[in-house]
């Protein structure tokens, strides 16, 4: 098992960075891909952002290339999500997401464990 536990939600005006961390416990590997989603009010979940454990490779959904950037901290099992020049619409509970292996994924359903979301509400 996997435990995933993301920080840093919160209220910001339009124009404002947040930067979300995700801490990951228990079993994890090396191979492992990251990632975050998130769910706007009223809407399904949708993908943001990827990233290989090891290699660091990234891959990002449309509406936040550019504006926002994934990494991770080995030594402190994180993942991070930085998010610049925010927008209303980019308001949504925000989720980290792993599976045990390397996938090419940006659909909810290949990833194996979640945490428990982060609210980021973005004032316009």
């Known amino acids: 098992q996997v435990q995933l536990v993301e920080s840093g939600g919160g209220l910001v005006q339009a124009g404002g960075s947040l930067r979300l961390s995700c801490v990951a416990s228990g079993r994890t590997f090396s191979s492992s891909t990251m990632a975050w989603f998130r769910q706007p009010p009223g809407k399904a979940r949708e993908f943001v952002a990827r990233i290989f454990w090891t290699s660091s490779t990234t891959y990002y959904a449309p509406s936040v290339n550019g504006r926002f950037a994934i990494s991770r901290d080995s030594a402190k099992s994180t993942v991070y999500l930085s998010m610049d020049d925010l927008r209303a619409d980019d308001t949504a509970v925000y989720y980290c997401?792993?599976?045990?292996?390397?996938?090419?994924?940006?659909?909810?359903?290949?990833?194996?464990?979640w945490g428990q979301g982060t609210q980021v509400t973005v004032s316009s």
């Open positions: 997401a792993s599976r045990n292996q390397y996938v090419y994924a940006t659909t909810p359903e290949n990833y194996n464990y």
